[in-house]
């Protein structure tokens, strides 16, 4: 292991106000789901070579659904997992959790 993953992990500056804290949030959010836009045209390509090198014919459909099937599906479940980092890094969680101990 090296010296940086021996480091304790950071908490969360409580000296940044909210608005700064969700406004932070939302660009890790977007600069996550523009790598993974990355992610999913490499995956999807990926699909593409190995169908081809299986020898068999590739019609337009079979292009069609693998781009659409895999595509997609990278991007709705890497974007559902970064919703919950965004929730997490904006304070949604938080508020969450302070208005069920009020109920209490």
Do not use: C, N
């Not at 709705?76 to 970064?82: K, V």
């Amino acid at each position: 292991m090296t010296d940086r993953q021996m480091e304790p992990m950071a908490l969360p500056d409580r000296t940044v106000s909210p608005l700064e804290r969700k406004v932070q949030a939302w660009s890790r959010f977007r600069r996550l789901m523009l790598w993974m836009v990355l992610v999913a045209i490499a995956a999807v390509v990926a699909a593409i070579a190995y169908l081809k090198a299986q020898g068999g014919p590739l019609p337009i459909h079979m292009l069609i659904a693998t781009i659409a099937g895999v595509g997609f599906t990278v991007l709705i479940g890497t974007g559902l997992m970064g919703l919950v980092f965004l929730s997490a890094g904006s304070g949604h969680d938080q508020d969450a959790a302070d208005s069920t101990k009020e109920d209490r």
